[in-house]
């Protein structure tokens, strides 16, 4: 498959656009509920922005190093290469983290982009030692096993295994591991814990498989097909382990792995049928501008949303009152939040737009 798959730049460019969307509302305290992540166990649509990211990382992943790979010559430069990519995708999210103060003895260790580094390290490096089959096994023993640990293995200090937000294994772990340099607002553990990363390598390796079946010599009908069929699967499976290991992003639980991967494969099979199969492509250009240039896009929305927390005008910061002045006195607070987001990410389109209009592309 030489031809670019457009399909898979507008599913990423919908997906950023979707992460920048739900992380900077007006006001923390009127977003709509779907524009929420689940209080606890469950699923919204917001959780599923984070997982289909990583799951198109790892379609990404096939698409760009299956070449190399299947031409047969000696990998040990591209490790290089992989390991170089990740620990700068790393650093910058650590950068990100302690903008624009640095105090390095409270400073977050974990996050969106330190946990999209590990997935792409640990999924490249996966996908050139082994087959496709060595794939699927290794993300049917990262499942069990993280379902074996999390449900099974007593938690030390606190007793008997539970999936409670301070008292699990995973919390637990990045105490002791990460004290002091947690996410601010729980303090005692981390959405991007060290434990639960484990279970989104196999949200990415979900992609890396999806990338042989769009890669393989089935005919089109049959490549959408197929990843129907895997998608209900993988969902099917995952509401059934449900029952016993609830849907939970925070701790990246393997049935909120199955389930979200499913519904992302679903995602993809229709966007490919429509825009690369029956050639549907005339509305994917906005799309395609943030996708191409998706990671650079991501951090540069961070980077915005800080200057705009720093800044002060008078006694609050200049997004508050860009918020209050802008939206909040003509709209209620909740519809003024979200045209706040809507405002930030049309912005942010502009700005790939450009790039995109230069044919300049970022690689982080």
């Known amino acids: 498959m030489s031809k670019r798959l457009v399909s898979l730049d507008v599913l990423r460019g919908i997906t950023i656009a979707g992460m920048i969307l739900v ?10 509920s779907p524009l929420q992540h689940a209080g606890w166990h469950g699923c919204t649509p917001t959780d599923l922005v984070f997982p289909f990211f990583l799951f198109m990382v790892g379609i990404s992943v096939t698409l760009a190093l299956g070449k190399r790979v299947s031409s047969g010559t000696d990998t040990s430069g ?16 650590m950068l990100l983290n302690g903008f624009p103060y640095y105090d390095l003895s409270t400073i977050r260790i974990p996050g969106v982009l330190q946990r999209i580094a590990l997935v792409y390290l640990c999924c490249s490096l996966i996908f050139i ?28 200090g606190i007793g008997a295994p539970n999936l409670e937000p301070a008292t699990n294994l995973g919390a637990w772990l990045d105490n002791l591991l990460l004290g002091g340099h947690l996410w601010s607002h729980t303090k005692v553990w981390d959405p991007e814990g060290i ?23 089935l005919s089109e009908t049959r490549k959408v097909v197929w990843l129907f069929t895997a998608g209900v699967i993988c969902i099917f499976t995952g509401l059934l382990w449900d029952l016993s290991f609830p849907i939970n992003k925070a ?29 549907y492509k005339g509305w994917t250009t906005p799309w395609v501008a943030f996708g191409i240039n998706a990671l650079s896009v991501y951090i540069l929305s961070g980077l915005l949303a800080r200057f705009l927390g720093l800044i002060q005008i ?51």
């Open 23 to 32: 992380n900077d509302p007006g006001s923390w305290e009127y977003v709509y």
């Open 78 to 93: 591209l490790v290089l290469k992989i390991v170089k990519r990740s620990a700068v995708i790393f650093l910058i999210g």
């Open 129 to 156: 030692r082994t087959t496709w089959m060595g794939q699927f096994r290794w993300a049917v023993a990262i499942l069990v096993g993280y379902w074996f640990l999390m449900i099974f293995i007593p938690v030390p």
């Open 195 to 217: 434990l639960s990363t484990i279970p989104a390598i196999v949200t990415g390796l979900s992609g890396v498989l999806t990338g042989h079946l769009i890669k393989s010599d």
């Open 251 to 279: 701790l990246w639980t393997s049935s909120y792995v199955l389930y979200t991967s499913g519904i992302a494969m679903q995602c993809l099979a229709l966007c490919y049928w429509f825009i690369d199969v029956l050639g």
């Open 314 to 364: 008078g006694e609050q910061s200049l997004k508050g009152w860009i918020f209050d002045n802008l939206f909040l006195s003509w709209l209620g607070p909740y519809n003024a939040s979200l045209a706040f987001a809507m405002v930030f990410v049309f912005i942010l389109f502009v700005l790939s737009w450009q790039l995109y209009r230069k044919g300049v592309i970022i690689k982080v």
